[in-house]
C-alpha cells in the first residue's frame, strides 16, 4: 500500500512539476491588433479606394497576417503540431 502511495505522489508531483513548467514557458497569447478604418466609395460601378484607405487596408492586412502567425506558433507550442502546407 505504501509503495502504491509513494509511486502515486510522485507521478502526481511529477505532473505538476510538468505543468507549471509549460505554463511557465508558454507563449502569451496574442491580442488582437486594432483596425483601421477603411473608407470604400461607390463609383463607376464599382467600388475606388483613395490611396490613404488602400495604405490603410494593406496595414490592416498585415497585421491580421502576423496575428494569425502568433497564434499558429502558440497553437503549435500546446499540440506539438507544425503545418505542413507551407
Known amino acids: ?23 511557465a514557458i508558454a507563449p502569451p497569447a496574442p491580442t488582437l491588433p486594432q ?3 477603411v473608407r470604400f466609395e461607390e463609383r463607376d460601378g464599382g467600388l475606388w479606394l483613395s490611396h490613404g484607405d488602400y495604405r490603410a487596408l494593406e496595414r490592416n ?7 494569425a502567425a502568433k ?11 507544425g503545418r505542413d502546407d507551407r
Not at 1 to 23: G, N, P, Q, W
Not at 61 to 67: G, N, Q, T
Request: charged share 20%; net charge negative.
Open 61 to 67: 492586412v498585415i497585421a491580421l497576417r502576423e496575428y
Open 35 to 37: 483596425s483601421e478604418p
Open 71 to 81: 497564434l499558429e506558433a502558440v497553437l503549435e507550442f500546446w499540440t506539438g503540431e
Open 1 to 23: 500500500m505504501s509503495v502504491a502511495l509513494t509511486i502515486f505522489l510522485a507521478a502526481s508531483c511529477a505532473t505538476y512539476r510538468e505543468d507549471a513548467t509549460l505554463a
